[in-house]
């Protein structure tokens, strides 16, 4: 399987409560558990997307602690684990960076927990992964979800991941693990 895959986690703009625009925090569970993840599953970059200069800069704190500190001796599968994570302001400025990367722009996939109209299955996504040639970009949503404006712009609209009970309220951080292994499992 070609390393064509990103993994996009959204903190700006996201939905809150009452269906308004806003920025969500940055939590340190996010960054090393989903970089953990991507690393695993050979994702070429984890992009965490946040408009916050003050996230930002805590964000950068942790990152250089771990990949320059004291962190990067004493755990170095972290070290390896964050290598392919990258801090980016807006999602625009991640397509353009897998633009640079990969000489075309990535195709782009909407995730929610939420069932829509004209969804595609996991199955069917990973064929598609499978078979395209362009980069493919998953996006990942925080707080209440991504918003529509959001959607529009995708190739794709991942189907929800769904239990067989009422209850569906998984953290971004299992999401994204399961989805990945749904998608490509042991195929990398």
């Not at 990969?102 to 939420?114: R, Y």
């Amino acid at each position: 399987m070609l390393n064509k895959l990103y993994v996009g986690l959204v903190h700006y703009p996201v939905l809150g409560r009452e269906g308004q625009i806003i920025s969500t925090a940055v939590t340190n569970f996010d960054v090393h558990d989903i970089s953990r993840t991507c690393r695993t599953y050979n994702i070429k970059k984890f992009f965490l997307i946040s408009n916050l200069p003050a996230q930002r800069k805590i964000v950068n704190k942790v990152i250089d602690y771990w990949r320059d500190g004291f962190g990067s001796g004493y755990n170095p599968n972290r070290k390896d684990a964050l290598s392919v994570f990258e801090l980016k302001s807006y999602m625009e400025d991640a397509i353009e960076e897998i633009e640079k990367i990969e000489g075309q722009k990535p195709l782009i996939v909407f995730t929610s927990a939420k069932p829509r109209d004209k969804e595609i299955s996991f199955e069917e996504m990973s064929e598609e992964i499978e078979k395209r040639q362009e980069p493919i970009l998953i996006l990942y949503g925080t707080g209440w979800g991504m918003p529509e404006e959001i959607r529009k712009i995708c190739d794709y609209d991942l189907a929800p991941i769904r239990g067989k009970f009422d209850f569906n309220h998984l953290s971004v951080r299992a999401a994204v693990a399961i989805s990945l292994d749904r998608l490509i499992g042991e195929k990398i």
